[in-house]
C-alpha cells in the first residue's frame, strides 16, 4: 500500500508546471523518490538502512541519490570469521615452524641413537598438531567462502531491486536527455569490517529513461543498459580525484565554534566521482549525530549561542559554545581552494566541469537544511590566469 501511494504520488509530478514552480516542483519529486527508495530497501532487500535516502538535483548532471545500507538481516547474522583473511598464510607460517624445530631437534639428537624414537614420537605429534589445525583453518575458509557466496547473492538481489526502482520510478523525475539518474551505494558494518566499506554507483542516463517511459526501450534492455561500478576507497578514481576529495574535507573542519561531523558507523560524510563528458562530482554531507541532536541542536540553559562539537586531542567529542558556521566565510574558502587544486585534476577534461556540493543539517532530525553548490568549467583555467576573475568565474547557488 505504501508504495502505491507512493506511485501515485510520482505520477502527479508529471503534470505541467512553471517555470518558476520548476525547482520546487524536482525538490517535491526527489522528495517522494527518497521516500521509494527507502521503502524499496526495507521491504525487498535483505539490508538495513543505516541513514535515510538523501537525494540533490543538479543542474546538467541530474539527480543523485545517496544510500546507506548496514548489516543484513537477522536471518543472516551469524558469526563472522575475524582470523580468516590470510589462511593460507598461517598454513605457511606453521609449517616453516614445524620445520624449524624438527631441524633444531635433528641437529641436537643427530648422532644420539637412544633419542631417535622419542624424536620419532614428536615428529608424529608435530605432524597430527599440523594437520589438525590445517584443519580447523580450511574449515574456516569454507565457511567464509560460504559467507561471501550468500554475500555476492544477496548484493545481486538487491542491485537487481535498485535498476527495478530506476526503471519503475526514475522517468517521474523527467529529467533532461543528458542528464544522469545515479544512486551512490555504501555499504557498512560488521559484515563488510574486513575492508572498511564498499560503494558502489549505479545509473542511467534521462534518454534512456526518456525512450523506456515512450516505449522505445524495452524493459529488460534498459536494465541491462545500467552502469554498475564499484568504486571502494580510491579503486576505480583517478588518484587526483581522491586527493581533491580529501582536500575538500578539510575546510569543514575547525570552522566557528568547530566541526559538525555525520556521526554513525560506517557513514559516509563525502564521496566523489568522475564522469565522462561532465566532470569530476564531489558532494560532502555535514551534519550533527541524531542521537546528540536533542542536546545540541537548541539552546540551553540561556546560553546564547549555540553548541557544537569538536573533537579535541584524545579523539573523543566536546561541546563547546560557538557562534557556528559562517556560511559566506565557507563559501570563500571553498572557492580559494578550487582556484588552487582545480589545475591540478589532470582527470579532469577541459570541457568538463567540477561541481561541489555542501549539504549541512541541522536541527532536529536534521529538518534545517542548507546547500551551497559549487561550478566551474576546468577550460575556465585555461583561459585566465588571474585569480580574481577565475573566482568570479565560479558559480556559487545556496539552497535553505
Known amino acids: 500500500m505504501r508504495l502505491k501511494m507512493l506511485i501515485a504520488a510520482a505520477l502527479l509530478m508529471h503534470t505541467v508546471v512553471s517555470p518558476g514552480a520548476e525547482n520546487d516542483r524536482m525538490r517535491t519529486n526527489i522528495t517522494v523518490q527518497e521516500r521509494i ?11 538495513s538502512i543505516t541513514s535515510k535516502t538523501e537525494g540533490i538535483y543538479i543542474s546538467g548532471f541530474g539527480a543523485v541519490f545517496t544510500i546507506e545500507a548496514g548489516d543484513y538481516q537477522d536471518d543472516f547474522s551469524g558469526e563472522f570469521l575475524w582470523e580468516t583473511p590470510g589462511i593460507h598464510l598461517k598454513i605457511q607460517s606453521i609449517e616453516k615452524s614445524i620445520q624449524k624445530t624438527q631441524g633444531e631437534l635433528e641437529e641436537y639428537n643427530e648422532g644420539i641413537a637412544a633419542h631417535e624414537n622419542a624424536l620419532k614420537e614428536y615428529n608424529e605429534s608435530l605432524k597430527r598438531y599440523r594437520e589438525e589445525r590445517v584443519k580447523e583453518l580450511e574449515e574456516e575458509l569454507n565457511r567464509r567462502e560460504e559467507l561471501e557466496r550468500e554475500l555476492k ?5 538487491l542491485f537487481a531491486s535498485l535498476k527495478a526502482y530506476m526503471a519503475d520510478y526514475g522517468g517521474a523525475l523527467t529529467l533532461p536527455a543528458d542528464e544522469r539518474l545515479m544512486l551512490r551505494c555504501h555499504f557498512g558494518g560488521y559484515h563488510f569490517i574486513d575492508d572498511g566499506g564498499r560503494d558502489f554507483e549505479i545509473w542511467t542516463t534521462g534518454d534512456e ?15 541491462e543498459g545500467i552502469e554498475v561500478r564499484e568504486i571502494s576507497g580510491s579503486e576505480g578514481l583517478p588518484t587526483d580525484i581522491v586527493i581533491m576529495n580529501n582536500i575538500l574535507s578539510t575546510v569543514y573542519k575547525d570552522r566557528g565554534g568547530g566541526f559538525i561531523f555525520r556521526g554513525g558507523f560506517g557513514q559516509k560524510d563525502s564521496w566523489a566521482t568522475y564522469i565522462p563528458d561532465f566532470g569530476a562530482l564531489f558532494i560532502h554531507r555535514q551534519s550533527v549525530d541524531e542521537s546528540l541532536m536533542s542536546i545540541i541542536s537548541y539552546k540551553l540553559f540561556g546560553v546564547s549561542n549555540e553548541l557544537y562539537i569538536t573533537m579535541n586531542d584524545d579523539k573523543r567529542a566536546d561541546l563547546v559554545e560557538g557562534e557556528g558556521i559562517d556560511l559566506d566565510e565557507l563559501q570563500e574558502s ?9 589545475p591540478t585534476l589532470k582527470s579532469v577534461k ?12 541541522r536541527g532536529l532530525g536534521g ?7 559549487f561550478r566551474v568549467n576546468k577550460e575556465v ?5 588571474d585569480k580574481e576573475v577565475i573566482r568570479n568565474k565560479i558559480e556559487v547557488v545556496k539552497l535553505n
Open 37 to 47: 527508495i527507502d521503502t524499496m530497501m526495507e521491504s525487498d532487500t535483505a539490508f
Open 153 to 157: 547473492r544477496r548484493m545481486e538481489v
Open 209 to 223: 529513461l526518456n525512450r523506456l517511459h515512450t516505449g522505445k526501450l524495452k524493459r529488460d534492455k534498459f536494465i
Open 334 to 342: 571553498i572557492c580559494d581552494l578550487l582556484v588552487t587544486y582545480i
Open 350 to 361: 577541459p570541457r568538463e566541469q567540477v561541481v561541489v556540493v555542501v549539504k549541512f543539517e
Open 367 to 373: 529538518m534545517n537544511q542548507q546547500m551551497l553548490i
Open 381 to 385: 583555467f585555461q583561459q585566465y590566469r
